[in-house]
């Protein structure tokens, strides 16, 4: 056994840059697990302004210098929080309180469905259909209190979070602006022999970049089209339904099953079995087919696509790991992990049977 991994070790570590780059790795996902949280606007910022920077060398290969470049791409970045803070969080809370001041409504109408689903399955009794009712209802109390709970808790954090929302936008300016400075200050504590590291980072960097970039637009694109839809045929909460099916492509499969529930549930309290509901569920239906058949292959064609296995894998572990941050950021840290192993330096072993 020890022999075993002794081989192991000589394979995937014989090369000293490695070990280092291991132990930068195990540093950097140490201060991520256990700083996190105290940390959040400073990851924040170095996300927003990593996937801002592209833009901003776009607009110095065409003639403005970097400190122009950075100002432009900074006030529209804030315009569009700002945007997004006052007109578009306003309209989605406002859809959350009619939602929760209409669901009593729609749980009334709901077990009225249900109740007339014995008159044509006659082996499904009207006792299994009220404990079924039953214990939906407990379960919705139990929701209901837990989100008082958690309101009433987060109080206190209100401060915290206004606090967040102005230390990141600065940090993303002085990132872009200070981009080049802080990485030689960075480069000063790095090996000067560290192929392996830029080898790596040029495969993370673009797997990461293309993908973060691609699902950016597929989420605009999507997001769009359903709000436009939903609009237009009427359905209720279509903003607020439209950014949850734009929000779930960054879960493939998993994503689009849950966001399904909510949509589909909606429409049928709204119009119950009816053309109406028949219409939204075959336009639903074809924008989901059209994102997977047209859309992702069109953005990702460069980026190597994860395995199934690998999503579910991934959604599981971070999200067990950070909760919803964890589901959120699940993809794009198991596109990272991807690339990583990809440009991993090893030895060559033996075969492995097919």
């Given at each position: 056994?020890?022999?075993?991994?002794?081989?192991?070790?000589?394979?995937?570590?014989?090369?000293?840059?490695?070990?280092?780059?291991?132990?930068?790795?195990?540093?950097?996902?140490?201060?991520?697990i256990f700083a996190g949280a105290m940390l959040l606007p400073?990851?924040?910022?170095?996300?927003?302004?990593?996937?801002?920077?592209?833009?901003?060398?776009?607009?110095?290969?065409r003639g403005p210098r970097r400190l122009r470049a950075v100002?432009?791409?900074?006030?529209?970045?804030?315009?569009?929080?700002?945007?997004?803070?006052?007109?578009?969080?306003?309209?989605?809370?406002?859809?959350?309180?009619?939602?929760?001041?209409?669901?009593?409504?729609?749980?009334?109408?709901?077990?009225?469905?249900?109740?007339?689903?014995?008159?044509?399955?006659?082996?499904?009794?009207?006792?299994?259909?009220?404990?079924?009712?039953?214990?939906?209802?407990?379960?919705?109390?139990?929701?209901?209190?837990?989100?008082?709970?958690?309101?009433?808790?987060?109080?206190?954090?209100?401060?915290?979070?206004?606090?967040?929302?102005?230390?990141?936008?600065?940090?993303?300016?002085?990132?872009?602006?200070?981009?080049?400075?802080?990485?030689?200050?960075?480069?000063?504590?790095?090996?000067?022999?560290?192929?392996?590291?830029?080898?790596?980072?040029?495969?993370?960097?673009?797997?990461?970049?293309?993908?973060?970039?691609?699902?950016?637009?597929?989420?605009?694109?999507?997001?769009?089209?359903?709000?436009?839809?939903?609009?237009?045929?009427?359905?209720?909460?279509?903003?607020?339904?439209?950014?949850?099916?734009?929000l779930s492509v960054l879960v493939p499969y998993i994503g689009?099953?849950?966001?399904?529930?909510?949509?589909?549930?909606?429409?049928?309290?709204?119009?119950?079995?009816?053309?109406?509901?028949?219409?939204?569920?075959?336009?639903?239906?074809?924008?989901?087919?059209?994102?997977?058949?047209?859309?992702?292959?069109?953005?990702?064609?460069?980026?190597?696509?994860?395995?199934?296995?690998?999503?579910?894998?991934?959604?599981?572990?971070?999200?067990?790991?950070?909760?919803?941050?964890?589901?959120?950021?699940?993809?794009?840290?198991?596109?990272?992990?991807?690339?990583?192993?990809?440009?991993?330096?090893?030895?060559?072993?033996?075969?492995?049977?097919?």
């Amino acid at each position: 056994m020890l022999q075993i991994i002794r081989k192991w070790f000589d394979r995937n570590f014989s090369d000293p840059q490695a070990v280092y780059l291991a132990f930068l790795l195990l540093l950097g996902f140490s201060v991520v697990i256990f700083a996190g949280a105290m940390l959040l606007p400073v990851f924040a910022g170095i996300v927003i302004a990593y996937l801002l920077d592209s833009i901003v060398l776009f607009l110095e290969r065409r003639g403005p210098r970097r400190l122009r470049a950075v100002a432009l791409v900074f006030l529209v970045f804030l315009a569009s929080l700002i945007f997004i803070l006052f007109g578009l969080m306003p309209l989605l809370a406002g859809q959350v309180v009619d939602l929760f001041r209409e669901l009593p409504v729609m749980i009334n109408r709901g077990q009225e469905i249900l109740l007339q689903i014995p008159q044509h399955h006659p082996y499904i009794t009207e006792e299994q259909i009220r404990s079924l009712i039953g214990t939906f209802g407990q379960e919705v109390r139990k929701m209901g209190h837990g989100l008082v709970t958690t309101g009433l808790s987060s109080i206190s954090d209100v401060i915290t979070l206004v606090v967040y929302l102005v230390l990141m936008p600065l940090l993303v300016f002085f990132f872009l602006k200070d981009k080049w400075a802080i990485l030689l200050w960075f480069d000063r504590y790095l090996p000067k022999d560290r192929d392996l590291m830029a080898r790596v980072w040029k495969e993370m960097d673009t797997q990461l970049g293309n993908y973060v970039r691609g699902k950016i637009w597929e989420i605009l694109i999507v997001g769009t089209v359903c709000v436009i839809v939903f609009l237009v045929l009427g359905l209720q909460y279509a903003v607020l339904l439209g950014l949850l099916v734009g929000l779930s492509v960054l879960v493939p499969y998993i994503g689009a099953v849950a966001v399904t529930f909510p949509v589909v549930l909606v429409a049928l309290f709204q119009w119950g079995w009816s053309a109406e509901f028949a219409w939204l569920v075959a336009a639903y239906l074809f924008i989901q087919a059209l994102d997977g058949t047209v859309l992702v292959p069109l953005m990702f064609s460069e980026v190597n696509n994860l395995h199934p296995v690998a999503i579910i894998v991934a959604v599981l572990f971070f999200g067990g790991l950070w909760g919803f941050w964890g589901v959120f950021f699940a993809i794009p840290l198991a596109t990272l992990v991807q690339a990583l192993l990809s440009a991993w330096p090893r030895e060559q072993g033996a075969a492995i049977p097919s």
